[in-house]
């Protein structure tokens, strides 16, 4: 006797937004919230010093 291997039926595709809502919710710890600034930042002083530049040498 042969016995048919079936295909396993594929589950319905899982939603984005039900799959977040099931992640527990995790403050940023406090050594991420001072990286975070310090990124920010050195981002803002480092634009301040790129138009300073650009101001004083490429007018």
């Known amino acids: 006797m042969q016995q048919s291997i079936k295909a396993p039926v594929p589950a319905a595709e899982p939603n ?15 050594v991420e919230k ?15 010093v790129l138009v300073v530049v650009s101001n004083l040498f490429f007018r």
Do not use: C, D, Q, R
Not at 34 to 48: D, E, H, P
């Open 16 to 30: 984005l937004a039900e799959e977040m809502g099931k992640i527990p919710y995790e403050p940023l710890l406090p």
């Open 34 to 48: 001072k990286l975070i600034a310090w990124s920010i930042g050195l981002g803002v002083t480092l634009l301040v």
